[in-house]
C-alpha cells in the first residue's frame, strides 16, 4: 500500500506570493493533518480535516488555510508568504475519523523557502 | 498548557548498546495516547511506538520499549542493541481525547549511534 504523498516536495517562493501544497493519504485513510516543521518552533499542528470538515486549527493566522475534497486528498494554502513561513510542512493520514485513539502516518513533506 | 519537553537536545551511543531518551509531558487530561516517532535524515516522519495511558504495561516494539509513569507523567524511550540506522531525531509528542487528532509535540532529541 502506497504511503502518504505530498507534492510539490520542494518549492521556492518570494514574499507576497501565495503557495498551494497537495496531500494525497494512504488509501482508505479519511482523516489528514497538517504540521509546520521550523527549527525555531519546532513541530507545530495547523489543522485536521475529517469528511471535508476542518475537525480542528491550530494556532495559525488566517493566511493559512486547507481544505479536503470527497476522495480525501487535502491542500493548504498559505497567502501572502512571509519570510518566517519558510518551512517543512508535514501533512499526516489516519484511518478513522481522527481521534486522539488513531496513530498518524506521515509523509515525505514539503520544504518551502521564502524569499 | 499542554506541552511536552525532551531534556536531552542530543545524544550519542555505541552500537549493540542501549540508550534512554527522556520526555516528560503536562496535561490535566486523564484521556490521552503518547507517541515516540523518528525522523531520520530523510525527513520521513516513522512512528517508533504507542501507549495508551489507561494501559498501565509499557509498550515494547522489538528493540523499542517506553518506560510509562503515569504519575510522573514521564515517557521515556529504551533502544536496545542500537543499529547505525537507528540514527536519527526522536520525537515524544500526545494526543488528548477531546482534541481529535491534534498531537502536541516535544522539542526532540538528536540520537548519533557511532560504529
Known amino acids: 500500500k502506497a504511503g502518504v504523498t505530498q507534492t510539490p516536495r520542494y518549492l521556492i517562493k518570494t514574499r507576497g506570493q501565495q503557495v498551494t501544497l497537495s496531500c494525497s493519504p494512504i488509501?482508505?485513510?479519511?482523516?489528514v493533518s497538517w504540521y509546520q516543521q521550523t527549527p525555531g518552533q519546532g513541530l507545530q499542528f495547523l489543522f485536521e480535516y475529517f469528511s471535508e470538515t476542518q475537525r480542528n486549527k491550530g494556532n495559525f493566522p488566517g493566511r493559512f488555510s486547507g481544505r479536503q475534497f470527497s476522495n480525501s486528498r487535502s491542500e493548504m494554502n498559505v497567502s501572502t508568504l512571509e519570510l518566517g513561513d519558510s518551512a517543512l510542512y508535514l501533512c499526516a493520514s489516519s484511518k478513522g475519523t481522527g481521534g486522539y485513539q488513531e496513530t498518524q502516518y506521515f509523509g515525505p513533506g514539503t520544504r518551502l523557502l521564502v524569499l | 498548557a499542554q506541552t511536552v519537553t525532551q531534556s536531552q537536545p542530543e545524544m550519542s551511543v555505541q552500537e549493540a548498546e542501549t540508550v534512554t531518551l527522556s520526555c516528560t509531558y503536562d496535561?490535566?487530561?486523564?484521556?490521552?495516547?503518547l507517541f515516540w516517532y523518528k525522523q531520520p535524515p530523510s525527513r520521513q516522519m516513522i512512528l517508533v511506538i504507542r501507549q495508551e495511558a489507561y494501559k498501565q504495561q509499557n509498550a515494547t516494539e522489538n528493540r523499542f520499549s517506553v518506560n510509562f509513569q503515569k504519575a510522573a507523567k514521564s515517557f521515556s524511550l529504551k533502544i536496545s542493541d542500537s543499529q547505525l540506522g537507528d540514527t536519527a531525531m526522536y520525537f515524544c509528542?500526545?494526543?488528548?481525547?477531546?482534541?481529535?487528532?491534534?498531537?502536541?509535540f516535544g522539542q526532540g532529541t538528536e540520537l548519533s549511534v557511532k560504529p
Open positions: 509528542a500526545f494526543t488528548i481525547y477531546n482534541q481529535g487528532g491534534k498531537l502536541i
Open positions: 488509501s482508505g485513510h479519511r482523516s
Open positions: 496535561t490535566s487530561e486523564n484521556n490521552y495516547y
